[in-house]
């Protein structure tokens, strides 16, 4: 049989650069899969509709003198003024609120951000590799079909079965290995080629991804910058009109501004304290219901929220952890004690006095059952919680400052804060507010918040803002960019969307 013939020569050759050029359009093998970026929670709060609230009409000189006619008139009029410094005191609240939204979806936007810019680069790099996987691949089938074209279709290998030449066993095995190292390097060359096609395309996509989350974060910080500068000028206004407002009351009620404002400043923290009453009773009633449609006992309910009080409810009936324990029953293996006596025959009724003393210790080992019964439920702060709290104090004040996205060494963001203070105890929490507050082991009603739990703002799941609590009606935060890093009277944000629920790590 002749293998050097013209048409065989061209059969071969058209063969190998038809493989060669199959490998620009692979088949469908994926090595990777194209979504190389991870699942990541996208803000679920976009730039906030900042509408001013209307000012309410402050009254007139006129106004002012003829309340005073009568002291009716004069209690009518003094009610509407106070009417008017509670309503304005609401407003800022709510533009305080506000506030704290955009600059968390700025915050947020900015952790996604990092995190598409990340698995960007990393499929990129990928991608590049592969690259050069398909290069090299692509030389060696070249390098194949030269060989094939410039020896007639035959691997340069092979000229001794053409002679004739060497051992017939050794001559088929030399064969089958070429046959086999050929077949493979179009294999290898076809699979890097769809890895590089699949690799490529998911690095363009998260590229895409990256730019979207750019544009998104932009968009939020104009947001934020706005919110930001609305909150300030409504402070401002609001500071102007009280002046005004608290000369027309010292003046109707024959005082001073210096009297009339105090009295004013007390007003407002009697309602202040009044809503964070009502908050923390409304989070001890929704516990108590929970914990009697559940049959249990409504001292030792948890959070409202029925999956996070899923976890540590059951640690209280799981006495099956007690039960285990009772291997200590294995106690007993104290009859192993009449086995040396077993050697001798007599001693045969021995072990039946022994078999009724394990049951002695039995009776004793529920006694230590209610012991680990006892700390089970107990997960509280310890002092790792201490340093944490002491870490965030510390952060109070120059030159420490409020920073979008920011997790330190002197900028930080809420989230960013409670990380840091937290991670410096030993316990690693995640990025944001919303996923500190889900993740937590164990959720509390606001009125069982111990020092070191932190008090999340907003509403399920996306909360917007997060303090540490460090008892006495006080957190510590990272606020807005204005206020920074500052302990404030809890009372003070209890209008602002107050959680009525505790995380405790």
């Known amino acids: 049989m002749s293998l050097t013939g013209t048409g065989r020569k061209a059969a071969v050759l058209c063969t190998a650069v038809v493989l060669f050029g199959t490998l620009a359009v692979p088949a469908h093998a994926s090595v990777l899969p194209p979504a190389a970026a991870p699942a990541l929670m996208v803000p679920a709060l976009m730039a906030p509709a900042l509408i001013a609230p209307a000012a309410p009409e402050i009254p007139s000189p006129g106004d002012i003198a003829a309340a005073?006619?009568?002291?009716?008139?004069?209690?009518?009029?003094?009610?509407?003024?106070?009417?008017?410094?509670?309503?304005?005191?609401?407003?800022?609240?709510?533009?305080?609120?506000?506030?704290?939204?955009?600059?968390?979806?700025?915050?947020?936007?900015?952790?996604?951000?990092?995190?598409?810019?990340?698995?960007?680069?990393?499929?990129?790099?990928?991608?590049?590799?592969?690259?050069?996987?398909?290069?090299?691949?692509?030389?060696?089938?070249?390098?194949?079909?030269?060989?094939?074209?410039?020896?007639?279709?035959?691997?340069?290998?092979?000229?001794?079965?053409?002679?004739?030449?060497?051992?017939?066993?050794?001559?088929?095995?030399?064969?089958?290995?070429?046959?086999?190292?050929?077949?493979?390097?179009?294999?290898?060359?076809?699979?890097?080629?769809?890895?590089?096609?699949?690799?490529?395309?998911?690095?363009?996509?998260?590229?895409?991804?990256?730019?979207?989350?750019?544009?998104?974060?932009?968009?939020?910080?104009?947001?934020?910058?706005?919110?930001?500068?609305?909150?300030?000028?409504?402070?401002?206004?609001?500071?102007?009109?009280?002046?005004?407002?608290?000369?027309?009351?010292?003046?109707?009620?024959?005082?001073?501004?210096?009297?009339?404002?105090?009295?004013i400043d007390g007003l407002d923290r009697q309602r202040q304290q009044a809503r964070l009453a009502a908050i923390t009773a409304a989070a001890d009633r929704a516990a108590t219901e929970q914990a009697a449609a559940a049959g249990g006992d409504p001292a030792s309910a948890q959070a409202p929220t029925p999956a996070r009080t899923a976890v540590p409810a059951p640690a209280v009936p799981a006495p099956a952890v007690p039960r285990p324990a009772a291997p200590a029953a294995p106690r007993p293996a104290a009859p192993a004690a009449p086995r040396p006596a077993a050697p001798a025959p007599a001693p045969a009724p021995a072990p039946s006095p022994a078999r009724p003393a394990p049951v002695q210790p039995a009776p004793v080992v529920p006694a230590p059952a209610p012991k680990p019964v006892q700390p089970a439920p107990a997960p509280s702060p310890g002092g790792s919680n201490q340093t944490a709290m002491s870490v965030a104090l510390g952060k109070v004040g120059k030159p420490y400052f409020y920073q979008y996205g920011g997790t330190g060494a002197y900028g930080f963001d809420c989230s960013g804060l409670v990380q840091n203070a937290f991670a410096a105890a030993g316990k690693y929490l995640p990025r944001t507010a919303a996923e500190q507050f889900a993740q937590a082991p164990v959720h509390v009603p606001l009125s069982q918040a111990q020092p070191g739990d932190l008090l999340v703002w907003g509403s399920a799941p996306g909360f917007y803002h997060v303090a540490i609590y460090l008892g006495g009606g006080r957190v510590v935060q990272a606020l807005n960019p204005s206020a920074g890093i500052t302990v404030t009277d809890l009372s003070m944000m209890a209008g602002m969307q107050l959680h009525p629920v505790a995380a405790r790590y």
Do not use: H, M, W
Not at 104 to 124: G, Q
Not at 237 to 254: P, Y
């Open 68 to 263: 005073k006619s009568s002291e009716s008139a004069t209690a009518a009029q003094v009610t509407d003024i106070e009417r008017i410094l509670a309503d304005a005191a609401s407003a800022q609240e709510l533009t305080f609120a506000r506030t704290l939204e955009a600059n968390n979806a700025y915050s947020d936007a900015l952790v996604e951000l990092r995190i598409r810019t990340d698995a960007a680069a990393v499929a990129t790099a990928r991608a590049e590799a592969a690259d050069k996987e398909q290069a090299k691949s692509r030389k060696e089938i070249g390098q194949l079909a030269g060989d094939l074209y410039r020896n007639g279709g035959l691997n340069p290998a092979l000229s001794s079965f053409v002679t004739g030449k060497g051992d017939v066993l050794e001559q088929a095995a030399t064969l089958q290995a070429l046959s086999a190292g050929r077949s493979r390097a179009f294999t290898t060359a076809e699979t890097t080629a769809s890895a590089a096609e699949s690799l490529t395309a998911a690095a363009a996509d998260t590229r895409r991804a990256a730019d979207d989350a750019a544009k998104s974060a932009e968009s939020l910080k104009a947001a934020a910058e706005q919110a930001n500068a609305a909150q300030l000028t409504a402070v401002s206004e609001a500071k102007a009109q009280r002046t005004v407002l608290v000369g027309q009351l010292a003046s109707l009620r024959r005082t001073t501004t210096a009297l009339e404002s105090a009295r």
